[in-house]
């Protein structure tokens, strides 16, 4: 879903690709499953076959979506050769999907917030599965002295840090358009230090 640019075929992503544009355009509160049926030109019955609720739908798109992000990154990481610029190449990947289609940094970022349980659920894993590639991205730097549940908070808030910056700059943005290059390396700059300091200490 996240470079689609046109309604798709397939009911479930039309639902989705629907969802995406009038949660993101008019508001998850603002919206109703009949705005989103009416919009993709499938009946109620198709919606509630494919999703028990609006919240249900909101936490299957955000889970397609971060995965499809997840895996974005992943691509980055695996075509850099030098082990130092796999954390840079990736985090930069991520600023880049966020404010290439707003969208996206929209659902997933301020539109899926306090949605309901079940959601802050898929957020929470969708999160830690991105802390852990960036974990396994500088891993390989770092020494052996670092226990595990240290290295594991560590990345956790590191991609808070990201996502909070995304969010800041995401009003932003459309007026004074962001370096990506420059912002991408000052993030990789707090995330490898966050990671040496901790192993010096």
Not at 37 to 46: C, F, G, H, L
Not at 133 to 147: A, I, N
């Amino acid at each position: 879903m996240l470079f689609v640019t046109e309604m798709p075929k397939e009911a479930k992503k039309k639902i989705f690709y629907t969802a995406l544009i009038l949660f993101t355009s008019k508001g998850f509160k603002h919206t109703s499953v009949l705005d989103i049926v009416e919009q993709a030109r499938i009946s109620k019955t198709t919606f509630y076959q494919h999703f028990s609720s609006k919240e249900n739908l909101m936490e299957q798109l955000f889970a397609e979506l971060f995965a499809e992000m997840v895996e974005e990154v992943r691509l980055e990481i695996n075509k850099e050769e030098r082990t130092a610029y796999k954390a840079y190449v990736g985090i930069r990947r991520y600023i880049e999907i966020c404010f290439t289609d707003m969208k996206v940094a929209n659902l997933m970022l301020i539109e899926s917030v306090g949605v309901s349980k079940e959601v802050e659920q898929v957020r929470s894993e969708a999160h830690r599965s991105f802390a852990q590639l960036m974990l396994q991205t500088v891993q390989g730097l770092l020494p052996k002295t670092v226990s595990e549940t240290e290295l594991r908070i560590v990345s956790q808030a590191m991609i808070g840090a990201i996502n909070e910056v995304i969010v800041q700059n995401y009003y932003k943005v459309r007026e004074n358009p962001l370096n990506i290059d420059e912002l991408a390396r000052l993030l990789n700059r707090i995330v490898i230090g966050a990671f040496v300091h901790l192993a010096n200490e």
